[in-house]
């Protein structure tokens, strides 16, 4: 299955997860099966197993490599700034790997990697004063928020070669009448095109500000 008479690379799981994410990427999460791995790495696909266990340890093995890749501030930043610089570098993440955040979001098993990551952030919220069962639905407000956004954007976000405005004008038309609501939002997004990071931006912010009044309160 192999060309060429270059030195061939050895396989690993290090390997077999880099290729699984590849392939993720080229094609969507629906075409990594382990038949298809095998041919990317142009090995048959029963080689694997030395590996991996199997396609949900290569899932899990792609989470946690998503997970390590997630900027989480020490102590010495402020937890509210913390959690804004982890919650830009996660999305930045996503945005780099469309099929990360649904995929990290429905993964029930966690390895090493994703555990000291709900640590760490939890460890953040623990030290700025929040009480612990505050701080873990803290945690779960702001992954609900991250994942969420990122797999929305992901569905309704137009192509690449369409302009956001022209697609908020289509809807202006078709919406004139029968959506005044709609009519009205598409309007103000035809006159000043979306961007997506003021958009992050605003949902998040919310998030923290309230947050904050949570801790300060007491």
């Keep these: 299955m192999r060309s060429g008479k270059g030195p061939r690379e050895t396989l690993d799981r ?16 629906d ?10 790495l142009g090995v048959e696909a029963a080689s694997l197993y030395n590996h991996v266990s199997g396609k949900d340890d290569v899932l899990d093995g792609m989470v946690e490599q998503v997970v390590a890749w997630i900027d989480v501030p020490g102590e010495d930043v402020d937890w509210k700034e913390a959690m ?9 993440v996503f945005a780099r790997h469309p099929w ?3 995929l990290v979001d429905s993964r029930e098993r966690r390895g ?6 709900a640590d760490q952030i939890l460890g953040t919220l623990l030290r700025a004063g929040f009480s612990p069962r505050v701080a873990g639905n803290a945690f779960l407000a702001l992954d609900s928020y991250i994942y969420g956004y ?3 954007r992901a569905s309704i976000a137009p192509a690449d070669d369409v302009d956001t405005g022209d697609a908020a004008r289509e809807v202006l ?6 959506y ?7 309007g103000e997004y035809a006159a000043e095109p979306s961007d997506d990071d003021t958009a992050f931006a605003f949902g998040l912010g919310l998030i923290l500000d309230g947050l904050e009044r949570l801790v300060d309160g007491g």
């Design 100 to 102: 990360a955040a649904g």
């Design 173 to 178: 038309e078709a919406a004139r009448e029968a």
């Design 14 to 29: 290090e390997r077999v997860v880099r290729a699984a994410m590849d392939l993720a990427d080229e094609r969507g999460l």
């Design 150 to 152: 990122e797999r929305q």
């Design 180 to 186: 005044p609501s709609l009519m009205l939002v598409a």
């Design 112 to 117: 090493p990697v994703s555990l000291s990551y």
């Design 84 to 92: 804004r610089r982890r919650a830009v570098s996660a999305r930045a």
């Design 31 to 40: 075409a990594l099966t382990m038949r298809e791995l095998g041919r990317k």
